[in-house]
């Protein structure tokens, strides 16, 4: 069984004296004196990144990676669009699973703020099909019409979607790494202007600087010397078409579906066990269908179940969803996303979570999807 | 990155979704496009079931804001759907108008 041993982030938001190596060198130095370990006791890396080779014309990061870590070990570079840190988790995991006594450093990052919105949003493009660039559409686009959709077919309106943002940017008041710490209202939400009917500004995630690091194990002596650990019961990928036309279903994300039940059935645990979850919240409108494909909500029931506020923290419910902020208020390296997520699970479970601990939760979950639904990992930690 | 052989190939296919009619599936109206639709936005994209049942993707043009909805008739039609290339091509495509 392979473990979480320690977790560190960076700061998210407009980094402009950083670069994209200056943030992954700072995430690196950070989770090893997290954990102790030293630079030498690393046997493998894997890194998730989205938008390096498209906006600054900046790959082979693996290389460059080694040149701050100064060692000569294998390390990999994961791409899956919004879903990369979670891609490189999963692989880290695979990784271990195959190598018995490793110690393994997983990276995401993301620098996205040294280019005009225009620019980042063509890259960010880069992860739609062809068919669906030419017509102009945006992720905010794609979203926006998985919104229109569900919100025509079960009678719900943008003040449910709006619920979402309230919790996640209280939750961003909690957190010092968020991009976000300002409470919202409810009309601050339905105020702000269009990015793509029905979406609103503040139904979506930013763009945004930063990157987070975790590091996995299998070494018995290792683990036993660490003050926090969580086990790693589940890390699912699941792929599906990349154009949202292709899918079966517009109000459904059929990846994360599959990737949960697979997740659930390998972690030998119920949904009603998880405490805790980080869910990707690119969009308002993505957390109401994740809530119902991850099977925590029953399809179509989310518009209503949000307007309960039963997964904010303070608010005594059973599952609390997005204690970092999430992507609205965290902020949405896209690379370092999925890995943020796990690393926010992780200081659930472990007690370190501060002024937004959740008191009492065995189990987590973080989910993290690419594309409009193309790629979707989930992954499930105990402590 | 667009070039003008992508577009010289993406041509050929586009020939034969031109002058089809269908529905709309799905639309939304984006107001902050990427860079190379700047100057259209805001514009609507729909998602167009054809009477064959083939699903294509396109912005609607000459359109009331009336038309934007589910069920509405459109027709697919030959229109400018970039801001020109570095070589001066201009990238043609399909897109919608009411019927």
Redesign the interface.
């Known amino acids: 069984m392979s473990n979480v041993i320690g977790y560190y982030t960076t700061q998210f938001g407009e980094l402009w004296e950083k670069s994209l190596f200056d943030l992954v060198e700072e995430a690196i130095f950070g989770v090893l004196k997290q954990t102790k370990l030293e630079n030498k006791q690393i046997d493998a890396v894997f890194f998730g990144n989205m938008l390096a080779g498209v906006l600054e014309n900046n790959l082979h990061s693996p290389s460059k990676i080694a040149e701050i870590l100064k060692i000569n070990v294998p390390i990999y570079r994961a791409e899956a669009a919004c879903a990369s840190g979670g891609a490189a988790f999963n692989l880290a995991k695979n990784y271990l699973d195959a190598n018995s006594n490793k110690n393994v450093l997983v990276i995401g990052a993301e620098k996205m703020t040294d280019y005009?919105?225009?620019?980042t949003?063509?890259g960010l493009?880069s992860a739609a099909s062809g068919?669906?660039q030419?017509?102009?559409?945006?992720f905010?686009?794609l979203y926006?019409?998985m919104a229109?959709?569900y919100l025509?077919k079960y009678g719900y309106t943008e003040k449910n979607l709006a619920y979402v943002s309230v919790k996640n940017h209280f939750h961003g008041s909690l957190n010092d790494k968020a991009q976000y710490r300002r409470k919202i209202t409810l009309e601050n939400v339905l105020n702000s202007?269009?990015?793509?009917?029905?979406l609103k500004v503040l139904d979506s995630s930013p763009i945004s600087d930063g990157a987070s690091a975790v590091i996995l194990t299998n070494d018995q002596e290792t683990i036993n010397k660490q003050k926090f650990s969580t086990t790693i019961l589940a890390s699912e990928v699941i792929t599906d078409t990349i154009s949202?036309?292709?899918r079966k279903q517009?109000d459904e994300i059929l990846a994360t579906k599959n990737a949960a039940d697979k997740a659930f059935k390998n972690a030998k645990i119920s949904r009603s066990d998880i405490g805790i979850a980080e869910v990707h919240d690119c969009f308002s409108i993505a957390e109401i269908l994740a809530m119902e494909d991850l099977g925590f909500w029953k399809k179509g029931e989310g518009g209503k179940k949000i307007t309960e506020q039963s997964t904010m923290f303070g608010n005594g419910g059973d599952l609390i969803v997005n204690t970092s902020g999430g992507l609205k208020a965290a902020g949405h390296p896209v690379g370092a996303t999925g890995i943020k997520q796990i690393g926010e699970i992780f200081l659930q479970l472990t007690g370190q979570a501060e002024n937004r601990q959740v008191e009492n939760i065995k189990y987590g979950l973080a989910q993290n999807v690419g594309g409009s639904g193309g790629t979707a990992v989930v992954t499930i930690l105990a402590v | 990155m667009i070039s003008p052989i992508k577009i010289w190939r993406?041509q050929k296919e586009i020939r034969r979704i031109l002058g089809k009619k269908g529905k709309i599936l799905?639309?939304?109206?984006?107001?902050?496009?990427?860079?190379?639709?700047?100057k259209?936005a805001?514009?609507p994209?729909i998602?167009v079931e054809l009477e064959n049942k083939e699903?294509?993707?396109?912005?609607l043009v000459d359109y009331d804001e009336k038309d934007l909805k589910?069920g509405k008739k459109v027709i697919s039609i030959l229109r400018k759907?970039?801001s020109a290339t570095e070589e001066g091509v201009i990238?043609y495509?399909v897109k919608f108008k009411p019927l």
């Open positions: 005009s919105p225009e620019e949003i063509m493009s068919e669906e030419e017509a102009g559409l945006t905010p686009g926006a019409m229109n959709f025509q202007a269009y990015v793509a009917y029905p949202l036309k292709e517009i | 993406r799905i639309w939304t109206k984006i107001f902050t496009p990427g860079a190379d639709f700047k259209y805001p514009y994209v998602l699903k294509i993707y396109g912005q589910i759907v970039r990238a495509g």
